[in-house]
T-cell receptor, first 113, second 114 residues
Framework: GESVGLHLPTLSVQEGDNSIINCAYS??????FIWYKQESGKGPQFIID?????DKRQGQRVTVLLNKTVKHLSLQIAATQPGDSAVYFC????????????FGTGTSLTVIP | ETGVTQTPRHLVMGMTNKKSLKCEQH?????MYWYKQSAKKPLELMFV???????ENNSVPSRFSPECPNSSHLFLHLHTLQPEDSALYLC?????????????FGSGTRLTVV
């Protein structure tokens, strides 16, 4: 199977600071990536996605960067808020696998007030 | 609400019990999934129903049995489970071949096998 890994299992940031969560993937054929947020007691929620023909995509307070050369994905959260505390997963989808995604183990983000 | 509803939210069952998890999606999607989420592990895909066809992960023990009576409902029937089956079971749905947005997940059923 595919390997989707996260560099750090936990991350603590001060409220108001920017957060960066990293993800490595191993298959250069992956063409679609998604970041999910999972709060305690809830299922994963879609945050932002990016296709392999893009390097950067911005949402509201979030930015995803894709570096295909080193197979690296990152999620940047601006002005981190207490409500951002959650586990963040990256997921990759491979070409020709329909809609099947492979998930990383997750990074737990804690925002310190 | 995310559009995918799972019941029950919590379930405690003995190893000899038979129970079922239910999932319902209100999004008009044509694919549904069961995932197992254990602590400090990636989400494990268990079963996929895709365009009314079942795609099965061969590593799933037979004590887990899925059922998809229509495109909106998905069940996971459980019998003679083991304590190591305790986990969060997540249902998800998606619209196949649209290529965007990935899955919509339910809130999960927290299963404890005693």
């Amino acid at each position: 199977g595919e390997s989707v890994g996260l560099h750090l299992p936990t991350l603590s940031v001060q409220e108001g600071d920017n957060s960066i969560i990293n993800c490595a993937y191993s298959n250069s054929a992956s063409d679609y990536f998604i970041w999910y947020k999972q709060e305690s007691g809830k299922g994963p929620q879609f945050i932002i996605d990016i296709r392999s023909n893009m390097d950067k995509r911005q949402g509201q307070r979030v930015t995803v960067l894709l570096n295909k050369t080193v197979k690296h994905l990152s999620l940047q959260i601006a002005a981190t808020q207490p409500g951002d505390s959650a586990v963040y997963f990256c997921a990759e989808s491979l070409k020709n696998t329909g809609n099947q995604f492979y998930f990383g183990t997750g990074t737990s983000l804690t925002v310190i007030p | 609400e995310t559009g995918v509803t799972q019941t029950p939210r919590h379930l405690v069952m003995g190893m000899t019990n038979k129970k079922s998890l239910k999932c319902e999606q209100h999004l008009g999607h044509n694919a549904m999934y069961w995932y197992k989420q254990s602590a400090k592990k990636p989400l494990e895909l268990m079963f996929v129903y895709s365009l009314e066809e079942r795609v099965e992960n061969n590593s799933v023990p037979s004590r887990f049995s899925p059922e998809c009576p229509n495109s909106s409902h998905l069940f996971l029937h459980l019998h003679t489970l083991q304590p190591e089956d305790s986990a969060l079971y997540l249902c998800a749905s998606s619209q196949l071949y649209r290529g965007d947005y990935g899955y919509t997940f339910g809130s999960g059923t927290r299963l404890t096998v005693v």
